[in-house]
């Protein structure tokens, strides 16, 4: 009989309500129906028993699989850190070899390598940064867009101040 696992309990609850009736409607003479029923219990009871364990299997078999994959994927972190920081190095070495020679355009064959002029919020103490200027989290910490955005407008920001820095652009 292949039942599914959670077919099982009304298979039982059927064989036992099967058994009742026929208990019931016994006569002194009769055989006895828990006897035949045994059988079909204990056959019922081994199957129910071998997929149990074979889920179980399937269940070890995946948390191994899981478990393998979870390694993994820590060794391709860790690679793609390492990548990334070698990406980094890499652009700031370009990037200060073209502002060493002033180059501000390369056009290859293939791609364009340009020094562009970012802007970003520089917090150059922390502890001067107005409330209004923080966002709340467990510890505070200054709003770097909040900040631009109040000194592209024209505001002061004590402790800030907005400086352009030279990127390197790959397309």
Known sequence: MALKLYEYPEAYRELWNRIEAEVDGLSDTDENPVA????????????????????????????????????????????????K??????????????VDLGHTKIDGDVLIVA???????????ESQIPETYCVRTETMRPDKALIRDAIKTGRDVEGAELVTRPSLRIR
């Not at 920081?85 to 073209?98: A, I, Q, T």
């Not at 020094?115 to 103490?125: A, F, H, L, P, T």
């Open 115 to 125: 020094v562009s002029q970012n802007e970003r919020v520089e917090i150059v103490d």
């Open 36 to 83: 035949a029923g045994r059988e079909e219990f204990d056959n019922l009871e081994g199957d129910y028993t071998e997929k149990v364990e074979n889920i179980a299997k399937l269940i070890r078999s995946l948390t191994a699989t899981q478990d393998a994959l979870d390694t993994e994927a820590a060794r391709l972190k860790a690679r793609a850190t390492s990548i």
């Open 85 to 98: 920081r070698k990406v980094e190095w890499l652009k700031g070495y370009v990037l200060d070899s073209m």
